[in-house]
């Protein structure tokens, strides 16, 4: 069988939701966190694959280069940034610590329900004002304006890291100046993680709220963190994460800010494109996967697409069957997934909607 349906068991992060899996997806609830279904080999949760034969997806099929998950966010993920993949082979080979395979992890995130984000440097005309204004409202917050205006967002990033605790403070005290979603976001975090730089982080990045069906794309080097909210995620098959903040785990600063982007990102939001009636794609500069939007109806067949090496689907509304040209064919209903390889062309018919990812 190159065709088979897979699943797993969530995976119990602090930060995730008791209700988003199970009210939107379908799956049963346990009075327990849901953070995160993963669909694929990676050895720390390789998928189950529901067949005959059994056996996990990595030991059916080996090694795959991409990977899908459903995530549900009901605190925020930590302030994060993946490395390139020529950084995670030099760094891997060294041994640092903070790199658990040689492979970057370029990330999409498409949402399933109102999903908020911080993602990428915001724009100069944007952040100056805030920055300046921060800088007018208490003096020990100048010294991040000053660096700015001298070093831009590196010498910015640098001064937060340096900072006392007493900056945090000061930005909380402050931050009415930022206007009410700003103030209120900060509040928030200063609530789960006092004293902590991430806090200070926040005020450089972008403040995305995604509507059902966009998306983020998150390259090498990109400055991100969740906040809340469904979707569906799909990356690169690696473990490689450099944090920043806001989170109990270890974070490596150092390294972070080696790898980290400061361009900035004005418009984060990617929006996919049409390609057929029930057929959207999601266009990413990069060879490790691609993904689609499927949405066929009982009058709309989508008919013979180009199997390009291995597919992941996910349904997260109705039903979707999908059929190879080796003439297999298998039903996914809300909250199921399924992998297939070895075949030319597939099919996908049904009234529903899902995510493909193919690499």
């Not at 090694?63 to 995530?71: A, C, D, Q, R, Y």
């Not at 990109?222 to 909210?229: C, D, P, R, S, T």
């Not at 994460?241 to 982007?261: A, C, F, M, N, Y």
Request: glycine share 8%; proline share 6%.
């Amino acid at each position: 069988m190159t065709l088979v349906k897979i699943t797993n068991q969530p995976m119990r992060y602090a930060w995730g939701s008791k209700d988003l899996i199970p009210d939107y997806l379908g799956y049963q609830a346990d009075g327990e966190p849901m953070a995160e279904i993963w669909f694929g080999s990676h050895p720390t949760s390789p998928a189950e694959v529901l067949d005959a034969q059994g056996g996990n997806l990595r030991e059916r099929f080996g090694e795959l280069g991409f990977m899908m998950k459903f995530l549900a966010a009901q605190s925020p993920l930590s302030i994060q940034a993946h490395p390139t993949k020529a950084r995670a082979e030099l760094m891997f080979a060294q041994h640092h610590p903070s790199y658990s395979d040689a492979n970057h992890k370029p990330e999409m995130i498409i949402a399933l329900t109102e999903f908020r984000a911080l993602c990428g440097f915001r724009a100069q005309a944007e952040l100056e004002p805030d920055l300046e204004a921060l800088a007018q409202s208490s003096i020990h917050l100048a010294g991040l304006w000053g660096d700015y205006r001298s070093m831009g967002l590196a010498g910015a990033v640098d001064w937060i890291y340096k900072s006392p605790d007493s900056a945090v403070t000061q930005l909380v005290a402050n931050s009415t100046v930022l206007g009410r979603k700003r103030s209120r976001l900060i509040e928030e975090l200063f609530e789960r993680y006092p004293a902590d730089k991430g806090i200070l982080m926040s005020v450089l990045m972008n403040l995305v709220s995604l509507e059902p069906g966009e998306a983020m794309y998150l390259p090498a080097g990109n400055v991100h963190a969740y906040l809340f909210g469904l979707g569906v995620e799909v990356m690169a098959s690696s473990d490689n994460v450099l944090r920043g903040g806001l989170t109990p785990k270890p974070v490596d600063v150092k390294e972070l800010q080696r790898i980290l982007d400061y361009s900035e990102l004005p418009d984060p939001i990617l929006k996919p494109k049409q390609l057929a009636q029930g057929l959207q794609h999601f266009q990413i500069p990069l060879d490790d996967f691609q993904v689609y939007r499927l949405s066929p109806s009982s009058t709309n067949l989508l008919i013979d697409l180009e199997l390009k090496g291995s597919a992941i689907a996910v349904c997260t509304e109705g039903e979707l069957t999908f059929s190879t040209s080796k003439e297999e064919t298998l039903t996914l209903k809300r909250g199921e997934a399924c992998f297939f390889t070895d075949a030319r062309l597939f099919s996908v018919s049904g009234n529903g909607v899902g995510y493909l990812a193919m690499g």
